[in-house]
Every structure is written in structure tokens, then in C-alpha cells.
């Protein structure tokens, strides 16, 4: 089992851009059987001074899965309205530790 966790802050008046990058995202998230949790307002940050201001996380069956598909040239193509999106952001696959 794998987890895809982004923690990220949005970009100040970029709503428009932040919708068309979860339109264009979710499908292919979606398409490999990513299953989201409901986003997170991250509300201390005890360590790490980044400053990320949301949270979330999807469950996937595979890590490699995810890694091809940010690899994908589907979701190259969604790069610049996730760069306009977000003002920083952390994207981090991970994977059960056992």
C-alpha cells in the first residue's frame, strides 16, 4: 500500500487555477485507484519552518504506480496549472514501512 501526501500553501487569488489543476489531476490520480481523504487545514506546524497550510492525503496499491504517473507526460501537461496553483508545495509518496 502506498500514500501520495501533498502538503502545500495556495497561491493567493489563483482559485481559477487551483480548479482546473483538481480537474485535470483527479482523473489521473483517479485512473491509477487513487482514493482521497478529505483535505486538511494544517493547524501548527511543530517542526519543519515550511509553512505549509493544507494536507492531503490518497491511497494507492502502488508506489511505482504513482511514480509513473508523475513521470506521465498526462501530468506534465498539468505542471504549469499546478505551479500557478500553489504558492509552495510538497509532494511525497510513501509506503507502508513493515
Known amino acids: 500500500m502506498a500514500k501520495l501526501i501533498i502538503n502545500f500553501i495556495p497561491a493567493q ?14 482523473p489521473l ?9 478529505e483535505p486538511v487545514r494544517i493547524v501548527e506546524e511543530i517542526a519543519g519552518g515550511q509553512g505549509m497550510v493544507m494536507s492531503l ?6 508506489a511505482e504506480a504513482l511514480s509513473a504517473l508523475f513521470a ?16 509552495d508545495i510538497q509532494i511525497l509518496i510513501t509506503e507502508d514501512a513493515n
Open 57 to 62: 492525503v490518497m491511497d494507492f496499491e502502488s
Open 13 to 26: 487569488g489563483q482559485e481559477e487555477a487551483m480548479t482546473r489543476y483538481r480537474k485535470a489531476a483527479g
Open 72 to 87: 506521465s507526460e498526462a501530468y506534465e501537461a498539468v505542471i504549469p496549472l499546478r505551479d500557478a496553483a500553489f504558492e
Open 29 to 37: 490520480f483517479a485512473a491509477i485507484g487513487g482514493k482521497p481523504t
